[in-house]
């Protein structure tokens, strides 16, 4: 059986989109810790998050989901200790057109498996822009194409309702399997 609140976050680095993710799928206003950039971040968009997103989602009468958004840049990653603490799975958003960001993902994926051995999703984002790399590609150079433990990975556009909803129907299969 699963928990009345399945608690999901959803991290990723600067600009991959987790606020967005948050902001299209949550049935309440996301409470947010958006700041005005102030650093070279400025330039690549306005406001960062600096602490967390929140956001609720109802799937059935006597169940819904907690989102939880971390932020994207590495001094505010102490908020990773405190997100992941009593998450019940992740997704991490990984922008395909910024391969100069997929370190830091791998980074990020390394502390959350090391830190917590729950269910995640590997969304990739920005699929559609210019530069982006195949989502195969974007795989490999994560590490996690190993086909004897492969991580669901699949295209994801925070800006489509059904795309972030396929994404978490993802991760809810995954703990169903797991409360079997």
Not at 25 to 50: G, P, W, Y
Not at 86 to 94: N, Q
Request: hydrophobic share 40%; proline share 3%; net charge negative.
């Amino acid at each position: 059986m699963i928990s009345e609140i399945l608690r999901i976050v959803v991290t990723g680095g600067v600009g991959a989109g987790k606020t967005t993710f948050i902001r299209t799928i949550s049935e309440i206003d996301v409470v947010d810790t958006d700041k005005r950039a102030t650093d070279e971040l400025a330039e690549f968009k306005e406001k960062t998050t600096v602490a967390l997103d929140f956001g609720k989602l109802t799937i059935a009468s006597n169940q819904s989901l907690h989102l939880y958004g971390t932020p994207g840049q590495s001094r505010f990653d102490f908020m990773w200790d405190i997100l992941i603490e009593k998450a019940h799975a992740y997704i991490l958003l990984v922008d395909a057109h910024r391969p100069d960001q997929f370190r830091y993902a791998r980074k990020i994926l390394n502390y959350m498996n090391h830190h917590a051995s729950i269910p995640t999703t590997i969304g990739i984002t920005h699929t559609d822009c210019v530069d982006a790399w195949e989502i195969e590609d974007v795989a490999l150079a994560l590490g996690i194409s190993d086909e004897a433990n492969p991580l669901p990975t699949m295209a994801v556009n925070p800006n489509e309702r059904e795309s972030v909803s396929n994404a978490l129907i993802a991760i809810v299969e995954q703990l169903k399997k797991i409360g079997e």
